[in-house]
């Protein structure tokens, strides 16, 4: 079994990994460029991605290969456990992964494209980081600050509907809603995450 799961993880691995790189990139021309065509390529390629993952066979297989108890070194239990924990998170309707995918690039575009107006003039963020840091005037700060934050009537709407996409996802997956998932998945115990926070209150 030990064999076997190494020829899927190279499998995978050779899968996934040119998808991977080409997802950055896209990222990359999308942030820094912020045109429509790249924002879709990214949503594109997001989807492949999820796709892969959403995949019902290997779900099954790395469920019961971790089921089997097979005796792994480090290195390989924890490339199992990972692979595990992805595929989980993805057990989802395809339609769902491919809307889920757009609209948080739509957001990511929305979000990053967006540029505040101050007196009917568009500035750009160093602006804004240099009335906030320069300027003595505390109202003219204040209007820097608020346009600058303008942001959120922009994306809002679409974040809503994305919150909606996530829960019902994470519900497909058979998690209660997103919250719930993103804990398990990170590996993170809420209870001593919040005895984490307390503590950190207290100090």
């Known amino acids: ?112 494209t967006f540029r505040p107006s101050i007196g009917g003039r568009e500035v750009s963020d160093n602006d804004i980081r240099e009335i906030l840091a320069d300027e003595s005037d505390s109202e003219k700060r204040r209007e820097a600050w608020e346009a600058h934050k303008k942001v959120g009537e922009e994306v809002a709407p679409g974040l809503v509907q994305l919150v909606e996409l996530r829960n019902r996802g994470a519900a497909e997956a058979g998690f209660d809603d997103f919250y719930a998932m993103s804990l398990c998945l990170s590996e993170t115990d809420e209870q001593e995450l919040f005895d984490l926070m307390d503590r950190m209150d207290e100090l």
Request: hydrophobic letters at 35%; proline letters at 0%; glycine letters at 6%.
């Open 1 to 112: 079994m030990k064999t076997e799961f190494r020829i899927f993880v190279e499998k995978h691995v050779a899968e996934v990994s040119r998808l991977e790189r080409d997802k950055n990139l896209a990222y990359w021309r999308a942030a820094t460029g912020g045109k429509d065509k790249d924002y879709r390529e990214l949503a594109e390629l997001q989807f492949k991605i999820s796709r892969i993952y959403s995949g019902k066979a290997d779900f099954e297989y790395l469920s019961d290969f971790m089921e089997s108890g097979e005796d792994l070194d480090g290195h390989l239990a924890r490339t199992a456990r990972i692979l595990y924990l992805t595929y989980r998170g993805m057990q989802m309707g395809e339609n769902l992964l491919r809307e889920t995918s757009e609209l948080s690039s739509s957001i990511q575009m929305k979000f990053n």
